[in-house]
């Protein structure tokens, strides 16, 4: 059964880091392009960061260049996201997901707030 579980999330004051994590089960994250998304409240579901299976290049949103960085652990099989320098305006429900298996975790809330 394919399952991505996402962990790491909470309430962090602006310019501080977090880093989430998407552990997968069912499934080998090196086989696959990996997807991290965000949705704040009212706004449509946004995609932040991608890598891809082989060579694991990267893309990132334009609000999140340079500050997030998404990256992949073969070994324990799991994707994460370290995010630096958080704004308010990352305070988000974010969420893992493999678009080829069409598989989504079921969210993680981030609140970036003094």
């Known amino acids: 059964q394919v399952q991505l579980v996402e962990s790491g999330g909470g309430l962090v004051q602006p310019g501080g880091s977090l880093r989430l994590s998407c552990a997968a089960s069912?499934?080998?994250?090196?086989?696959?392009?990996m997807r991290w998304y965000r949705q704040a409240p009212g706004k449509e579901r946004e995609l932040v960061a991608r890598?891809?299976?082989?060579?694991?290049?990267?893309n990132y949103a334009d609000s999140v260049k340079g500050r997030f960085t998404i990256s992949r652990d073969n070994a324990k099989n799991t994707v994460y996201l370290q995010m630096n320098t958080l704004k308010p305006e990352d305070t988000a429900v974010y969420y893992c997901?493999?678009?080829?298996?069409?598989?989504w975790g079921q969210g993680i809330q981030v609140t970036v707030s003094s």
């Open positions: 069912g499934f080998t994250v090196s086989s696959y392009a």
């Open positions: 890598i891809t299976s082989a060579g694991g290049s990267t």
């Open positions: 997901n493999c678009p080829v298996l069409g598989s």
